[in-house]
């Protein structure tokens, strides 16, 4: 694993979230000065700056997914409100259609001006009481969530463009709701909390918790769904574990990650067989679940392992070659270790990106950088 780029130029404030766009090779990222950088992964560069719409740091954002000819971008924001960005892709002129392919150029940057009139600050969702912690579509982009200091977590539907209304407002957990993610088919999303729960969510008749995961000893700091048909869940804690949580016999705990982290772990992110995580230390750690097969020889012999590794987890789906059907279980092994990612300072953020057939690990940290990394 290897640094790639910090993207230039760098804030001066602290940097929080970075959220990649489904499908084009740009993220936003939010910075402690009120605003919202979007950064080109084809040339490291900055393409636009979005500012204006908040008071005070944006803590978070999301993209809209499922959409064409047009980006839309949700931040939160410590004034407590939601805003909603909006961007028609066939506005951008040349100079950034070829910032975005990598095409060189030779023309001076657009100005910051030019830069914020590509997007248009379309609502603000006001609600809630404290800072907005988290935000998150859902898979299908009608619903949106949102969570904050104030133990709440509100549900909005998108019933015509520019008009949104308020579904719900849930207030089950005991303490700040730090994050909310949507599973990645159903309309279903999960929460982590500072009372070191984990709630699902879904709307049966009217939206409520249908589940309550416990066993972290401290804050929910991060979840991540896998993007898969399975579809199972992973969470980050102050307690300093990371936990894979699965549904296919009841939701319950399938396996922890190895422990790696000495101080807080803030974000994990999943990519098929990989999760990559980070925190309060500054180390940045990538887990990969690799299958350990289950071979029976006869019925009265004890099955043999081939490959090395203890059986950590059992997936469900698997088989046997002969003898009793057996289980391909499978083990979380670290395969990369980043110290100080950041230098000195705590890593608040961690997400994959692709840029064409390539993964991209994005770090996010409290000196104002946005890193990008290649396994």
């Known amino acids: 694993m290897s640094l790639l780029s910090a993207l230039e130029p760098p804030s001066p404030s602290r940097a929080w979230f970075t959220a990649a766009h489904p499908s084009l090779p740009i993220i936003a990222s939010c910075f402690s000065d009120k605003s919202v950088r979007i950064y080109s992964l084809a040339t490291f560069t900055l393409l636009s700056t979005i500012s204006g719409g908040h008071k005070r740091s ?10 064409k000819g047009q980006s839309v971008l949700a931040t939160g924001s410590f004034d407590s409100s939601v805003g909603i960005w909006r961007r028609w892709d066939d506005d951008m002129d040349l ?55 104030d133990k709440s977590i509100w549900v909005w ?3 015509g463009d520019d008009d949104f209304e308020t579904v719900a407002v849930m207030s ?30 879904r709307e049966e008749d009217d939206w409520g918790c249908v589940e309550v995961l416990s066993g972290h000893e401290s804050t ?25 949580w699965s549904d296919s ?10 422990r790696r982290h000495e101080r807080s772990i803030y974000a994990v992110a999943w990519k098929n067989n990989k999760i990559v995580s980070t925190g ?12 350990i097969e289950m071979v029976e020889s006869q ?38 270790q980043i110290e100080a990612g950041h230098g000195v300072y705590e890593i608040n953020h961690v997400c994959w990106a692709s840029r064409g057939k390539e993964d991209l690990i994005i770090t996010t940290g409290d000196d104002g950088i946005v890193n990008v990394w290649t396994l």
């Open 58 to 67: 944006v803590r978070t954002c999301a993209w809209k997914p499922n959409l």
């Open 95 to 149: 100079k950034r259609e070829n910032q975005l392919t990598g095409t060189a150029m030779n023309e001076s940057d657009n100005t910051e001006e030019e830069d914020e009139e590509e997007w248009r600050f379309a609502i603000v969702l006001d609600g809630h009481e404290s800072e907005v912690k988290s935000v998150g579509w859902s898979a299908g982009g009608n619903f949106l969530a949102t969570c904050s200091r």
């Open 157 to 159: 539907e998108e019933i």
């Open 172 to 201: 089950d957990h005991d303490g700040d709701v730090k994050c909310v993610a949507w599973h990645p088919e159903e309309e279903l999303f999960a929460s982590g909390s500072y009372d070191n729960d984990i709630r699902l969510w």
């Open 220 to 244: 929910v700091w991060g979840i991540d769904w896998e993007k898969s048909s399975r579809a199972r869940l992973c969470s980050c804690s102050e307690d300093l574990t990371i936990r894979i």
């Open 249 to 258: 016999s009841g939701w319950r705990e399938e396996a922890q990650l190895p």
């Open 280 to 291: 309060g230390d500054g180390r940045i750690v990538v887990y990969e679940e690799r299958p």
């Open 299 to 336: 019925d009265d012999e004890e099955p043999k392992r081939n490959g090395e590794g203890s059986l950590k987890s059992a997936n469900g789906d698997g088989h046997s070659v002969s003898g009793s059907p057996k289980p391909i279980k499978t083990e979380w092994t670290v395969i990369k």
